[in-house]
T-cell receptor, first 111, second 114 residues
Framework: GENVEQHPSTLSVQEGDSAVIKCTYSDSASNYFPWYKQELGKRPQLIIDIRSNVGEKKDQRIAVTLNKTAKHFSLHITETQPEDSAVYFCAFKAAGNKLTFGGGTRVLVKP | DAGVIQSPRHEVTEMGQEVTLRCKPISGHDYLFWYRQTMMRGLELLIYFNNNVPIDDSGMPEDRFSAKMPNASFSTLKIQPSEPRDSAVYFC????????????FGAGSRLTVL
């Protein structure tokens, strides 16, 4: 069935260090892989996405890589700042038009 | 654009009561999704609509849950009767068909069933 595993579930980094979150998905037909950031008490918001015809995409301090052969994709945050502290969700577009979300990674950036 | 609008933002009710959550999607968006978020189960898709028609309701927990979309600008998620295990944040989200699959979430409705 449609499933995505996200690791780690929690991640604590020192300010300025990098953070990496990995997701593995099951549906080989998936072609769209977004990442959402959810701050405490707020709604999930899209921060970056990648399509299956691209291996990597960057937007300032965040980047996403996709390995379709291995069916995994990763979020990289460089030069982390306290405002990066949040829960991050990976997702993929499975059969039909719905997004399936990973379990989330709680990132804490320590000043 | 005001974004996806949900109401109420918070609701506290007693077990057995009926709960109705409301959502107004972004104007022009063809798809509307209802998600439930809990600590234990994360973000779960309950049901989604395309052009006001329910497409996939396989995530609806049980018969106590129902959702409607009478027109393009309004949807409801109803729980009757409510139970304590229904306590969660319920998010509505919408997107435009053909657009880059970008899903926009509402602020959520936090439901507490005592």
């Amino acid at each position: 069935g449609e499933n995505v595993e996200q690791h780690p579930s929690t991640l604590s980094v020192q300010e300025g260090d990098s953070a990496v979150i990995k997701c593995t998905y099951s549906d080989s037909a998936s072609n769209y892989f977004p990442w959402y950031k959810q701050e405490l008490g707020k709604r999930p918001q899209l921060i970056i996405d990648i399509r299956s015809n691209v291996g990597e995409k960057k937007d300032q301090r965040i980047a996403v890589t996709l390995n379709k052969t291995a069916k995994h994709f990763s979020l990289h945050i460089t030069e982390t700042q306290p405002e990066d502290s949040a829960v991050y969700f990976c997702a993929f577009k499975a059969a039909g038009n719905k997004l399936t979300f990973g379990g989330g990674t709680r990132v804490l950036v320590k000043p | 654009d005001a974004g996806v609008i949900q109401s109420p933002r918070h609701e506290v009710t007693e077990m057995g009561q009926e709960v109705t959550l409301r959502c107004k999607p972004i104007s022009g968006h063809d798809y509307l999704f209802w998600y439930r978020q809990t600590m234990m189960r994360g973000l779960e898709l309950l049901i989604y609509f395309n052009n006001n028609v329910p497409i996939d309701d396989s995530g609806m927990p049980e018969d106590r849950f129902s959702a409607k979309m009478p027109n393009a600008s309004f949807s409801t998620l109803k729980i009757q009767p409510s139970e304590p295990r229904d306590s969660a944040v319920y998010f509505c989200a919408s997107r435009r068909q053909g657009e880059a699959n970008v899903l926009t979430f509402g602020a959520g409705s936090r439901l507490t069933v005592l």
